[in-house]
């Protein structure tokens, strides 16, 4: 019974019209799982003729779908190993409202406009005065331990011009962050935004042409081996800010100790700060100190020294920003 069964299928007539006369079709369409298969996806079903397989070729030409492999940009090559380096660190982020107004009307009545990078900047050189955890690194090879630096070192990150076309991003450093007033801040921020690039940024520049191996080994060294060498090339702190694009970067790759970012001030001085931090250096309870120092020192002490700048006679340029 079985054999005459399947015999009669082979031969049904009904059966091999329904696939148009292909009998190899009509066997594929009486096994009941490929025709629902079939029916949800015909696309996978279609014959493999030359006349189907031209229509196909037809139809993908008429929607490219091809793009096009570019080589890596040079001027991106840190961007990439500075990614890579911050894989290893864990960063927490702590954020607080701080209120600028004091420092936000000593600022609008100042003779020479320092930009909000500056005021950051000099109020966390105070603070790391106080605060000796934010001038150590930490480092892991051949054994876990800290190293704490005598000054603070700042990294700004920069947005600029490339000679070669296009924007780029720079790192500006700045030594004896604690050392620096508010105008010779102000005055590094402005030569790294409108310097030539080979000159304030020449050990970027010659990193960028050593190979990737030769680099990755550099970093290697300098994140994980010498301590001295992290904080006086990389630094102990950074600040990255959008709030000139009224945006706030809350989260950006971390290789120092901890990093500033703030969104733009409102009209009442309101400042939302978000302070990144390595927990292998900070915890929480300092990290919601140190913004509150940060406060205090911008209210006060600079507060205080951009009023002092109002009592100078001698004439300013005025910063960006």
Not at 102 to 108: E, N, S, W
Not at 118 to 147: C, D, H, K, M
Not at 198 to 210: A, N, S, W, Y
Request: net charge positive.
């Amino acid at each position: 019974m079985k054999l005459a069964t399947w015999a009669k299928q082979r031969t049904d007539p009904a059966l091999i019209e329904t696939n148009g006369g292909n009998r190899q079709r009509g066997r594929e369409s009486s096994h009941t799982p490929r025709v629902r298969f079939h029916y949800r996806f015909p696309i996978l079903h279609l014959p493999y003729s030359s006349r189907d397989c031209c229509r196909f070729t037809t139809f993908s030409a008429g929607c490219p779908m091809r793009g096009r492999t570019l080589a890596f940009p040079r001027n991106r090559r840190l961007v990439l190993d500075i990614c890579q380096a911050a894989r290893s660190v864990p960063t927490f982020p702590v954020e607080r409202i701080l209120q600028l107004h004091p420092v936000q009307q000593a600022r609008q009545n100042a003779p020479v406009r320092i930009s909000w990078v500056a005021l950051f900047l000099r109020a966390y050189g105070l603070v790391s005065q106080a605060i000796p955890e934010l001038r150590q690194v930490f480092v892991t090879y051949p054994w876990n331990r800290l190293y704490e630096h005598p000054h603070a070192v700042a990294s700004v990150s920069i947005h600029r011009e490339d000679p070669e076309g296009g924007k780029r991003l720079i790192w500006a450093r700045i030594n004896h962050l604690e050392e620096k007033g508010l105008l010779e801040i102000q005055d590094i921020l402005d030569q790294s935004v409108k310097g030539p690039l080979h000159e304030v940024f020449k050990d970027g520049v010659r990193m960028e042409r050593i190979p990737t191996p030769l680099r990755r080994l550099s970093w290697w060294l300098a994140m994980r081996w010498h301590g001295r060498q992290k904080a006086k090339k990389i630094g102990t702190c950074s600040i990255s800010t959008l709030a000139g694009e009224n945006t706030l970067n809350r989260f950006h790759p971390l290789i120092v100790t901890t990093s500033l970012a703030y969104a733009r001030c409102d009209a009442s001085g309101a400042c939302l700060v978000t302070l990144l931090a390595d927990h292998r250096v900070l915890d929480g309870m300092l990290a919601a100190q140190v913004l509150h120092r940060i406060e205090h020192s911008l209210n006060h002490e600079i507060t205080d020294e951009l009023r002092r700048l109002s009592l100078t006679s001698s004439p300013l340029p005025t910063a960006a920003g």
